[in-house]
């Protein structure tokens, strides 16, 4: 119930190409979904998120998808660039509440070529 | 600008030592967390707190334990040190309330020999 399924663990995409990473919940009570991005050496850094209450939000060629019904969300790269390439997680905001306590995906790698 | 800062980039010991990581922000922030990552897991959430002296078991503090005297300081503690800990740890800190960004340090490459 408290485990978010991420897919795939690693991803290929040419210069110009859509990337796609999808995520997984069980627990309903989960209302905000977090995605971070991560470049080697660093620590993960806060790309982009949603609540459950619209099913898309876009900043820039970033974009999540949220399907409820589903329980479901996934980003979407548009025109992927090479600098692109990183770690990609997903989250999902647990029961701590004001805590702040997220709960991760696995992770995908993304390597986007040129 | 936000900073999240971990004593150490890389750290090596032997099975047995007591290990420290100590991580330090300079926000403000009331939360809180460690994390390990490892290939293939993610990030697993060891320890977290909400405030100076409270402190909440994560999903996998098994071997480890933790200390906030201040509210900038967060330290991991590995009692005694074994080889399946070997690791990178991320420190992370959020202000309190749903849905605050989590900002996070560099991480600490610990290897146990």
């Known amino acids: 119930q408290q485990q978010v399924k991420q897919s795939p663990q690693s991803l290929i995409v040419q210069k110009g190409g859509i990337s796609i990473i999808n995520c997984a919940y069980e627990?309903?009570?989960?209302?905000?979904f977090p995605w971070y991005q991560q470049f080697p050496g660093k620590g993960p850094a806060l790309l982009i998120a949603?609540?459950?209450?619209?099913s898309e939000k876009k900043e820039g060629r970033f974009t999540i998808s949220f399907n409820k019904s589903a329980k479901q969300f996934s980003l979407h790269i548009m025109d992927s660039q090479p600098g692109d390439s990183a770690t990609y997680f997903c989250?999902?905001?647990?029961?701590?509440?004001?805590?702040?306590?997220?709960?991760f995906g696995t992770g995908t790698l993304l390597a986007v070529q040129p | 600008d936000v900073k999240v800062t971990q004593s150490s980039r890389y750290l090596v010991k032997r099975t047995g030592e007591k290990v420290f990581l100590e991580c330090v922000q300079d926000?403000?922030?009331?939360?809180m967390f460690w994390y390990r990552q490892d290939p293939g897991l993610g990030l697993r959430l060891i320890y977290f707190?909400?405030?100076?002296?409270m402190k909440e078991k994560g999903d996998i503090p098994e071997g480890y334990s933790v200390s906030r005297e201040k509210k900038e300081r967060f330290s991991l503690i590995l009692e005694s040190a074994s080889t399946n800990q070997t690791s990178m740890y991320l420190c992370?800190?959020?202000?309190w309330g749903n849905g605050n960004e989590q900002f996070f340090g560099p991480g600490t490459r610990l290897t146990v020999l």
């Open positions: 992370a800190s959020s202000l």
């Open positions: 926000m403000d922030h009331e939360n």
């Open positions: 707190s909400y405030d100076v002296k």
């Open positions: 627990n309903t009570a989960f209302d905000y």
């Open positions: 949603i609540r459950p209450d619209v």
């Open positions: 989250a999902a905001m647990g029961d701590g509440g004001a805590t702040n306590k997220l709960i």
